[in-house]
């Protein structure tokens, strides 16, 4: 079965970015995707207040290092709530714990077209996983 490219019209997209210019690119090429833009949160802590006042998003793009803290615990509180996940790292899929080894990775400096496959590939498995 072949991986859909074409995203859903209006995705909600939760951004977690620490990185001020690369939050600003990656919201750039989501709004140039037709995506709505959560955040971006550039701290865990603020990424942890959204979600405590009920976060509403159809998908994440997670940077794995923010500000010094690794990502993966907050991640899993997603993850637990259903929430598709994409990570956006430099240091590849090594740097992601056995847990989230399957999940989706953005490689730093990234494309529009990275961003839309991640995406579609954490919907469909998302969708898959709960079908």
């Known amino acids: 079965m072949a991986l859909r490219t074409e995203l859903p019209a209006g995705l909600s997209v939760f951004v977690v970015e620490d990185e001020a210019l690369v939050a ?39 940077d794995v290092n923010v500000a010094g803290t690794m990502i993966f615990p907050f ?21 992601l714990p056995e847990d989230f080894s399957a999940r989706p990775i953005l490689q730093k400096p990234y494309t529009t077209q990275d961003v839309r496959a991640g995406l579609a590939q954490a919907i469909e498995a998302e969708g898959s996983a709960t079908a």
């Open 75 to 95: 991640a899993r509180k997603l993850a637990e709530r259903g929430m598709p996940l994409v990570f956006a790292t430099g240091y590849g899929r090594a740097g």
């Open 24 to 62: 600003l690119n990656l919201e750039d090429i989501l709004i140039e995707l037709g995506c709505n833009v959560v955040g971006p949160a550039m701290r865990i802590d603020r990424a942890e207040g959204m979600f405590d006042e009920a976060l509403a998003a159809d998908v994440a793009i997670l």
